[in-house]
């Protein structure tokens, strides 16, 4: 969960703020239900009986332009779990102040309704997020608590558990349609206001959210503030298994990305100094991930100047990505690269001061002094290190000597990831068959039924484009011009390619082709072409429409080529290409999970026996399919390794 500010999200859209002029509307005729002269239970009913008339249709508070909106300064993610929706999911416009009544818990304990409560902040922009079905459908629902007033009893206050940060003024009531702007102060964290990362961590170790260790050093009721992202955790879901288990899965990509890095001097002596930096600052520091992905990416441009190996600058790389606000679970990246980075720099002292203590008894320090890696220390790692050794490389190898040794008190661990890698194995193994059985299938498909396939790869096609479009606008969220034209030539062609997608046959696709030939051919091109001229007239940078504009075009091509041009046996290369890469890939995950085998001493004969015939069923599949592309004579079904019996059990 990180902070999305007004400043982020932006002006509110255009047809956002028509539709809240029907709010005040509505406002005012409820109030009226309260003129003088009416009795309470008359003026009740009324309110009623207009509640129940009252529609809030999404085509008002979420129409395309607003959603748009909120994708693009969501970077496509949940503003509650930061799991990225769009790939599967166009997303839910999550009211945080429900739009038509709420459910809470009272002082007593029991649930209790609002029935009237929020209906004026239906097209709020400060009220509206993007979140993913889970959380807004199956979690938060209509629940929206407040605060204890700053009068609550002792016993109220252990009862809800919440409470700010600060101390502000708190209103003793909610807002109400009489009184619409009142102050108050929500249970759950609100992503516009509120930091969240001064409130929730997460434990690296499992991918668990928890309260932030920084609640204690900041100002205000301690326990109120542990009790309100407590709420928060349990009102959203944010610990809900598959969400743990994807977080889980995350860490894990995360760690593999510090192997190269940790088994390359320079890059090591980079990490180590980005993990001085925050172990310095952690008392004080929270983490947002703009400045230290700025942090971050020096350090890996110094380890690139000081020689590391082409994998740990990639590496390096790749983890200053995930940090940036567009990427998936930032604020869990966050958290382990800083943890990581600590932990390294703790570890360098640790042995830094070993080396010291070994030299001033007069004794041998020379571990290692054998190492490959060469002599280098960071210019500014901190004073602990600084002057203290002539020769970094044996810090190194008593590090790396130390590191991947397992004590009686680290057994649970290697259990679980001996547990965890057999999980992966016994995945890849599936992997395998299901890949094996897609190439025999397609390849018998191509030869009774071409038309079906051509039509098929049309639409893979038209999908491959359309996913290239919403990277293109996500990517796009800063650079106005190109934003607007490639939601220009997305609308053009939404109405043609949904209808080709929906198309069931090839002579209806071609047929749709045909029709939309001069929006393919002419219209978008040129629009194109306009787009890069305004923006040299106005000094932009007009080489992403350049690209587009060259994307389209081999769009087309492919078109064509696909309905007509194109000899069957291209198809059939095509998709034997598309099947290597998918082997090459399963054989480079097998390679993964061998290498994390070995690195923590978990490789032994049972499980030698399991992964050498799934690694000879791949390479078999790759060379396979190697020669079908290369026009070899080949089998019509090339041998399927018996592997469904080497799964790994317990």
């Known amino acids: ?70 994708v693009a300064c969501h970077y496509g993610k949940c503003a509650y779990c930061e799991t990225r929706i769009i790939h599967s999911h166009y997303g839910d416009v999550e009211h945080f102040r429900p739009k038509k009544g709420v459910t809470f818990f009272d002082k007593t304990g029991k649930m ?158 980079q990490f180590v100094q980005f993990g001085a930096l925050c172990d310095k600052q952690k008392d004080t520091l929270v983490p947002r991930s703009d400045p230290l992905a700025n942090v971050l990416a020096q350090a890996a441009t110094a380890a690139g100047s000081n020689k590391a190996s082409k994998e740990a600058v990639l590496a390096f790389g790749r983890l200053v990505a995930s940090i940036q606000p567009w990427a998936e679970y930032t604020a869990l990246s966050l958290d382990a690269i800083v943890t990581w980075s600590i932990q390294e720099f703790e570890r360098v002292r640790a042995a830094v001061t070993l080396q010291a203590t070994t030299q001033a008894s007069g004794g041998s320090a020379n571990i290692g002094a054998t190492h490959s890696l060469a ?32 004590g009686t008190e680290e057994k649970a661990d290697q259990s679980a990831m001996r547990v965890a890698l057999h999980g992966e194995l016994n995945t890849l193994i599936e992997d395998y068959e299901a890949a094996w059985k897609e190439v025999h299938h397609r390849a018998k498909a191509f030869k009774t039924q071409e038309a079906v396939m051509r039509h098929g790869f049309l639409k893979e096609e038209v999908e491959n484009y359309q996913e290239q479009f919403a990277r293109g606008i996500e990517d796009a969220s800063e650079e106005p011009l190109l934003l607007a034209c490639l939601q220009k030539v997305t609308e053009s062609l939404t109405p043609l390619f949904k209808e080709l997608l929906a198309s069931t046959d090839l002579a209806t696709a071609l047929k749709l082709v045909t029709q939309g030939s001069k929006l393919l051919r002419v219209d978008i091109p040129a629009f194109y072409a306009l787009c890069i001229k305004d923006a040299d007239t106005k000094k932009a940078h007009s080489d992403p429409m350049a690209h587009w504009l060259k994307m389209h075009s081999f769009f087309v091509e492919r078109v064509d080529h696909t309905l007509g041009k194109a000899h069957i046996s291209t198809f059939v290369k095509d998709f034997m290409e598309e099947a290597h890469d998918n082997f090459v890939e399963l054989y480079n995950r097998f390679t993964d999970v061998v290498v994390r085998y070995r690195l923590n001493s978990l490789y032994n004969k049972t499980v030698e026996t399991r992964a050498n015939p799934l690694k000879q069923a791949i390479q078999a599949m790759i060379q396979h399919v190697r020669d079908h592309v290369a026009g070899k004579p080949t089998p019509t079904h090339a041998p399927l390794v018996a592997i469904s019996l080497i799964r790994i059990v317990g």
Not at 148 to 161: C, D, F, R, V
Request: net charge positive.
């Open 375 to 406: 002599p280098r220390l960071p210019a500014s790692l901190s004073t602990t290190l600084e002057g203290q050794t002539q020769d970094y490389r044996q810090i190194v190898a008593h590090y790396c000597k130390d590191r991947w040794t397992v």
């Open 1 to 70: 969960m990180i902070q999305i500010s007004a400043a982020q999200k932006g002006p509110p859209p255009a047809k956002l703020v028509e539709t809240a002029k029907q709010a005040a509307a509505w406002l005012l005729e409820y109030n009226q239900f309260a003129s003088t002269g009416l009795s309470a239970s008359q003026i009740s009913k009324n309110q009623e009986e207009y509640l129940a008339k009252l529609e809030i249709s999404s085509k008002s508070y979420a129409p395309n332009e607003v959603k748009a909106q909120l």
């Open 112 to 269: 209790a309704t609002i029935a009237d409560a929020y209906f004026w902040r239906a097209f709020d922009w400060n009220n509206l997020f993007l979140s993913c079905g889970v959380c807004n459908e199956q979690y938060k629902k209509n629940y929206f608590g407040l605060l204890p007033s700053l009068t609550a009893t002792a016993a109220e206050q252990q009862y809800l558990g919440v409470g700010p940060l600060k101390v502000p003024t708190v209103a003793e009531k909610r807002q109400s349609p009489a009184n619409p702007n009142l102050l108050e102060q929500a249970i759950l964290i609100d992503p516009g206001v509120d930091e969240p990362r001064a409130l929730i961590r997460f434990d690296v170790r499992n991918g668990q959210a928890m309260p932030s260790p920084i609640i204690n050093l900041l100002q205000g009721d301690k326990a109120l503030a542990y009790g309100r992202t407590a709420k928060t955790i349990e009102v959203l879901g944010l610990n809900r298994p598959a969400l743990v288990e994807a977080r889980a899965r995350h860490l894990l990509s995360l760690h593999l990305l510090l192997i190269p890095i940790l088994g390359d001097l320079p890059a090591l002596q």
